[in-house]
C-alpha cells in the first residue's frame, strides 16, 4: 500500500520534489507523461511536501497512518499438554539441529514436571543420591 498519496489536483509543477530535504520525491518525464516517485525509505515525514503544495494535492494523513505490513507468518509449535506457544517451527527446529536433541514439544512448566516425574521414578538412582 503506497503510504503517499497524491489526490486529482496535483498539476506536476514539481514544488514537492524540488523542496524535499530527504530526495525522497522524484519525477521522470517520458514520452508525453510525467510520473512523480516517492521513496518512503529515504522519506522524513516531515511534512514539507504537504505543506509547500500549492494545489493542496498531497495527503499527508497516509504518511502519518504507520500501518504494520505482514512481511513473514511461521506456524508455531505448542506445548503438547497446555497448548501455550513454545516457539516458531523454524526456530524450534534451529535450536534442536543446534543441541542435537529431539526436545518434546513442552512448555518450560511441564518440561519441569516430567523431568521431576522422571527423577522421581528412575529405577537406576541410588537410593543414597541427593538432588542437586
Not at 5 to 23: E, F, H, M, S, Y
Request: hydrophobic letters at 35%; one cysteine or more.
Amino acid at each position: 500500500m503506497p503510504y503517499f498519496k497524491v489526490n486529482t489536483r496535483c498539476n506536476g509543477c514539481l514544488a514537492c520534489v524540488q523542496n524535499c530535504p530527504a530526495d525522497a520525491l522524484d519525477f521522470q518525464d517520458r514520452k508525453n507523461r510525467r510520473t512523480l516517485l516517492h521513496n518512503m525509505t529515504r522519506c522524513a515525514r516531515c511534512g514539507n511536501c504537504w505543506r509547500i503544495c500549492p494545489q493542496q494535492a498531497i495527503e499527508f494523513q497516509y504518511l502519518m497512518m504507520g500501518p504494520w505490513d505482514k512481511i513473514v507468518t511461521l506456524d508455531l509449535i505448542r506445548c503438547r499438554v497446555c497448548g501455550r506457544i513454545i516457539d516458531p517451527v523454524p526456530y524450534g527446529k534451529a535450536v534442536a539441529d543446534k543441541l542435537g536433541t529431539g526436545q518434546q514439544p513442552l512448555c518450560p512448566q511441564h518440561r519441569e514436571s516430567i523431568d521431576f516425574l522422571a527423577r522421581a521414578y528412575d529405577p537406576f538412582r541410588s537410593s543414597n543420591e541427593k538432588e542437586v
